[in-house]
């Protein structure tokens, strides 16, 4: 014990290496980056969108080793990227629709080379040259999974929910939910206004008050909410302990829990909604790009790997065939009536850095209030 | 012990109190630059201990320091993360956003009120379990009954969370306890309240509380509460005379802790608070997952929110602790 409080020269000599090698052992024992070896693929993505039996199977037929880094923001996916600069450490990213431009513009993306891909024609026509996706004349990104922003609703309580009006009922005070800045944009339609802002280019004045009536609204009907949830997982949880009737969500988690047998109906309002897809996009730099023309190809190539796409994320698969292979439970929880499909527009890459400042803005006023 | 052969030479034609080394040490040692730099350094005492101490500094500089410096850093840039073509200048206007607006000041009043309330109700519900633990149970029992409290503890702060989800929901264990023997028709809602943000956060961080009063009270000699109450001083006088003013070290310890704690807590509010309870580092947190760029902001905030946090806790230390030194 003395030899420790007060170390002679061969003692403080052991202690001084045996710490330095505890300190240095993390970068001794660490194995070599991922994304710096060859024959690997690093792909940033959220939990179930990529089943795992097609990992597997790819990683066998290919000899590639695949790294999935889960994400669960759209936000902390562009920041990371973002500061990951000319260096990425991921090779595919998953981008939503509402923030496909914004990671185009940043340069934070490659073209998509659909010559590379020769099951490109296994896509739905649909999304294979949607004018969302073109962008500077080239596309960006396969479009995997197809939602939209709906209102869900327990059926044991809320038997009708054709506007978004039933929102702000004072009967189902404390029993609805929903993403603040996802849900301001539904009610800038609600009350006349246009909430993806595309008409408000050059017009920052009609722009910001249309915004502020928005937030306004929020704040005014703020003892409605139980809570602002941020995840999918969240507002399924609520749903399922019965902590709300009502919720504004993305339409693959409630999706998911009328597949799981749940009391969940899912509808779009007659004032409309947004709709978007979940593109799977070669980041800028990639080091192992020609990996990721690889699984894209894979992920094409068969109708199974949609169909167990959309029974895990409760999205829409855009590859041809996948609705024979689902059940009739799995395709309910995945369709629509035509006259709610026609009320979907899918969000567009016009105008999105004054939309994305206006509304951050107003949804931490709205939070602070 | 320190060696008293220590300025010898080393290798060969050593005498013999001086200690012998392998060849290929023997070669490292008798060279110059270990001479001059190591060698040279272990020398004297003091070097030994600078040695030595420098070390596990390290260690804190860089896992503590280092990123609370890195976050300075970025609270004074304009720009962070640098996107391509944009440039990123000094810049003292995150802060000055702040002071700007109150939108942001709101947020940090009700981490602070929230905070303080927290770590009042900690105390009031921690102390008598402490106390039980310190003084009531038998000496031979207090570490089982330690180890029986802390069990708890072994699971994430997480898995605790949704523990107290599971508890509260609408239909969690509490309200179908209470629907089953008749008391409620309806579920009340008790999660996403501050009713269940308090709770929960009590329940996450009394941990921080129980072990400094623990070890404050059970230092308490038993003879000075014996001697008390022979002078006639009922429960409370001994309470309040003895037991209380000794055991404030414990106090103003765990309420420091369980404050720098609650000031800062981040996924236990976001999973357990409503519409109402939105703190401060929620705030900061949505500069960062933002779709704008506004890191720096973000940064800034949450060096305000550290540094004020601090100054709160070490004005209540001065304040509470400090007194002790002239009360006894």
């Given at each position: 014990m003395n030899n420790i409080l007060v170390p002679n020269r061969r003692t403080a000599l052991k202690m001084l290496g045996g710490g330095a090698a505890a300190l240095a052992m993390p970068a001794v024992i660490r194995p070599t980056p991922g994304w710096a070896a060859n024959g690997v693929l690093n792909i940033t993505t959220y939990d179930k969108f990529l089943p795992q039996e097609f990992l597997d199977k790819f990683q066998k037929d290919t000899g590639i080793q695949v790294n999935i880094r889960l994400t669960d923001d759209q936000g902390k996916q562009y920041n990371l990227l973002t500061a990951e600069g000319?260096?990425?450490?991921?090779?595919i990213v998953t981008v939503a629709g509402h923030r496909y431009s914004q990671f185009i513009a940043s340069k934070l993306l490659q073209p998509l080379?659909?010559?590379?891909?020769?099951?490109?024609?296994?896509?739905?026509t649909a999304y294979q040259d949607a004018p969302w996706a073109r962008v500077d004349n080239n596309l960006w990104g396969l479009p995997i999974l197809a939602g939209y922003e709906g209102l869900a609703r327990n059926v044991d309580y809320?038997?009708?929910?054709?506007?978004?009006e039933i929102m702000f009922d004072p009967q189902y005070k404390g029993q609805t939910s929903y993403i603040v800045s996802d849900f301001m944009t539904i009610v800038m339609q609600y009350l006349g206004?246009?909430?993806?802002?595309?008409?408000y280019v050059d017009k920052p004045d009609v722009a910001q008050k249309a915004t502020n009536e928005a937030r306004d609204f929020l704040i005014k009907h703020?003892?409605?909410?139980r809570k602002y949830y941020d995840a999918g997982s969240e507002v399924q949880q609520m749903f399922i302990n019965e902590d709300i009737y009502l919720g504004h969500s993305w339409s693959g988690p409630a999706a998911k829990l009328i597949m799981d047998g749940h009391p969940i109906q899912l509808s779009v309002p007659k004032e409309g909604t947004f709709g978007f897809c979940y593109t799977l996009n070669v980041v800028n730099n990639a080091p192992n790009a020609e990996n990721a023309y690889k699984l894209l190809d894979a992920v094409l190539a068969s109708p199974e790997v949609g169909a167990a796409m959309t029974r895990q994320s409760g999205y829409s698969s855009t590859?041809?065939?996948?609705g024979d292979l689902l059940n009739d439970r799995e395709k309910l929880a995945s369709t629509l009536p035509q006259e709610e499909l026609e009320r979907i527009v899918f969000f567009s890459s016009v105008n999105r850095d004054m939309k994305n400042e206006m509304i951050d803005r107003a949804t931490a006023e709205v939070k602070a209030a | 012990m320190v060696s008293s052969n220590t300025t010898a030479g080393y290798?060969?034609?050593?005498?013999?109190?001086v200690p012998k080394y392998s060849t290929g040490i023997a070669k490292v040692v008798n060279s110059a630059l270990y001479r001059h730099t190591l060698g040279a350094a272990v020398e004297s005492r003091i070097g030994r201990i600078i040695l030595l101490a420098g070390v596990p500094l390290i260690w804190l500089i860089m896992l503590h320091v280092g990123p609370i410096y890195q976050m300075l850093k970025i609270s004074l840039l304009?720009?962070?993360p640098v996107q391509p073509g944009v440039e990123s200048n000094f810049t003292l206007d995150n802060y000055a956003i702040f002071f700007r607006e109150s939108l942001y000041f709101t947020p940090l009043i009700k981490s602070f009120i929230f905070a303080t309330a927290a770590t009042a109700v900690t105390l009031v519900v921690v102390y008598p379990v402490a106390y039980y633990v310190a003084k009531i149970v038998k000496p031979e029992g207090r570490s089982k009954a330690l180890l029986l409290l802390l069990?708890?503890?072994?699971?994430g702060e997480l898995i605790r969370t949704f523990s107290v989800i599971m508890l509260l929901a609408n239909r969690g264990a509490v309200n179908v306890l209470l629907r089953e023997i008749g008391l409620i028709d309806r579920p009340i809602?008790?999660?996403?309240t501050s009713f269940s943000l308090g709770f929960g956060l009590v329940y996450l961080i009394c941990l921080y509380m129980l072990l400094p009063l623990y070890s404050a009270i059970e230092k308490i000699p038993s003879q000075y509460l014996d001697a008390a109450a022979d002078l006639g001083a009922g429960p409370f006088t001994r309470f309040r005379r003895i037991i209380l003013p000794l055991s404030k070290d414990g106090i103003v310890s765990g309420c420091s802790l369980v404050f720098l704690t609650c000031i800062g807590v981040f996924a236990t509010p976001m999973l357990l608070?409503?519409?109402?309870?939105?703190l401060f580092p929620e705030t900061i947190s949505g500069f960062f997952h933002?779709?704008?760029?506004k890191w720096p902001v973000g940064a800034a905030f949450a060096l305000i929110m550290l540094v004020t946090a601090l100054i709160t806790a070490g004005i209540f230390m001065r304040l509470v602790g400090g007194k002790k030194r002239s009360a006894f």
């Open positions: 000319a260096n990425p450490s991921t090779d080379d659909t010559g590379k891909i020769p099951n490109w024609k296994n896509l739905n809320v038997k009708e929910a054709p506007s978004w206004h246009d909430g993806d802002f595309v008409s703020k003892d409605m909410v590859i041809n065939g996948v | 290798g060969a034609g050593h005498d013999a109190s304009s720009h962070y069990v708890p503890f072994w699971a809602p008790m999660l996403y608070g409503g519409p109402t309870t939105v933002g779709a704008s760029d």
